[in-house]
């Protein structure tokens, strides 16, 4: 909670930071869009009808089209009518089943969504039973045509921790004029028949993630090695990364902040991972 010691906005307004989470399934992203139904106009619509008026609000982030967010953060202004703690409640009476809003809080008025985020936080993945399975579909993606190596897969991404220009993993429609990234932790992990694979970053290229995965899925496999799949990104060689891992297995974990008036409860690792058994058949 922000204290009168802090600077409020002093035209009657307040800024409130929102802890959001969303399935993505159907969902046309983050950003709003003409004629699509997207997590921005579902939030910006329903604080606009407890308003009377337009109002826009800030991401942390863009998901794509069919990306989940355990913990997206997103800030937006308004009139002090109703207290912050209480829009968490006032929202979820609102939006639709696919959002929900975890909790909601005063911030200071130079504090921003996305520029005051020291990182972003996603995870993939992976499920490896041959067996479909219809609870799990949604949120992975259902590889099962050779086994993946892990140690394989986890030794070829420890080369790329630190500040690299990962123009390979750079999705060519994108508006950002560079492609420098910072990665502070990138892990592949293996849980019974389950492959997760997460990594924290600075910020993200547009659809990053999901090419890397697909690429590492290749590592996996024995289709690259780790040298060549090295090569590629270090020597910018976007068109040998050709295929983009499915957007359902992709969540938005978390957003870090220096200064985050949430509990970890409400935002640290929210999203709940399976836990299915194993047969050996």
Not at 24 to 37: I, V
Not at 208 to 232: K, P, Q, Y
């Amino acid at each position: 909670m922000a204290t009168k010691n802090q600077k409020l906005i002093t035209n009657g307004t307040q800024r409130v930071a929102l802890v959001i989470q969303y399935t993505g399934t159907n969902l046309c992203g983050w950003q709003k869009q003409p004629h699509e139904r997207t997590v921005q106009s579902e939030l910006e619509k329903s604080i606009a009808d407890v308003l009377g008026q337009p109002v826009d609000i800030y991401g942390a982030g863009r998901t794509d089209s069919g990306v989940h967010a355990a913990a997206q953060v997103a800030h937006f202004d308004n009139p002090s009518v109703i207290p912050a703690h209480k829009w968490a409640s006032v929202l979820n009476n609102r939006l639709p089943d696919d959002i929900v809003i975890r909790a909601s809080a005063l911030v200071t008025d130079d504090w921003h969504a996305r520029f005051s985020a020291l990182y972003r936080r996603y995870r993939y993945t992976i499920y490896t039973e041959r067996r479909p399975n219809l609870f799990v579909r949604p949120y992975s993606w259902h590889y099962y045509h050779e086994p993946l190596d892990l140690e394989l897969m986890q030794a070829a991404v420890v080369p790329m921790l630190g500040t690299h220009h990962l123009a390979a993993f750079h999705r060519t429609d994108s508006g950002r004029s560079h492609s420098w990234v910072n990665i502070q932790d990138i892990s592949c992990e293996r849980s019974g028949d389950f492959v997760h694979i997460e990594i924290q970053a600075n910020g993200f290229l547009y659809g990053m993630v999901r090419l890397l995965v697909g690429m590492l899925v290749r590592v996996g496999n024995g289709d690259l090695s780790i040298a060549e799949f090295t090569n590629i990104w270090q020597s910018e060689q976007r068109w040998q990364v050709r295929h983009s891992a499915t957007a359902r297995g992709l969540c938005l974990l978390r957003v870090g902040y220096a200064d985050f008036p949430f509990p970890e409860s409400a935002w640290y690792d929210t999203q709940p991972q399976f836990l299915l058994p194993t047969y050996g058949d």
